[in-house]
């Protein structure tokens, strides 16, 4: 389903499931899900160039506009699970990306997320153009991987 060794992947995110992250039987809740999806998105940024003090200083940010998850395997209390990342497009204003949050201990997948960023002007509150060299990071990101979307 997912092939991890291709180098477009990269772990953006890794920790442990406790109980207070539980939902009434006890499987992992799905605002945990999407706070460890967003978790992840981050350093995925980051990687690009779109880092904190990046966008602080250009004065822009990333907003989701779309997002899908699928939710493929229980994930209970005391599981260690790791978020594998990569870019699946980018147009002149959005990233699509995907993310898959995977038992650690296995590395099977439990849950599959693809979500689509717009790169936000704060001051004029509208999506606006990556500027070239975050997208020629992108680009080469997009350049690394030989699979094919999941999607």
Not at 31 to 57: C, I, K, M, N, Q
Not at 111 to 136: G, N, Q, S
Request: aromatic share 10%; charged share 20%.
């Amino acid at each position: 389903m997912f092939d991890f060794s291709d180098p477009c992947w990269t772990t953006t995110y890794r920790g442990v499931v406790t109980a207070w992250d539980c939902d009434h039987v006890g499987h992992l809740n799905i605002a945990h899900y999407v706070s460890r999806f967003d978790e992840s998105h981050w350093p995925f940024f980051g990687e690009v160039g779109l880092t904190p003090t990046f966008l602080r200083g250009a004065g822009c940010g990333m907003a989701a506009v779309e997002q899908h998850i699928r939710y493929l395997k229980e994930v209970r209390a005391g599981d260690t699970v790791a978020i594998r990342s990569r870019v699946v497009a980018i147009r002149s204003k959005v990233i699509l990306s995907e993310h898959v949050l995977v038992d650690d201990d296995s590395g099977e997948p439990c849950a599959h997320e693809t979500i689509t960023c717009a790169f936000l002007d704060l001051a004029a509150r509208r999506a606006v153009a990556f500027p070239p060299e975050i997208a020629a990071r992108v680009q080469a990101r997009l350049q690394l991987g030989t699979a094919r979307p999941t999607l």
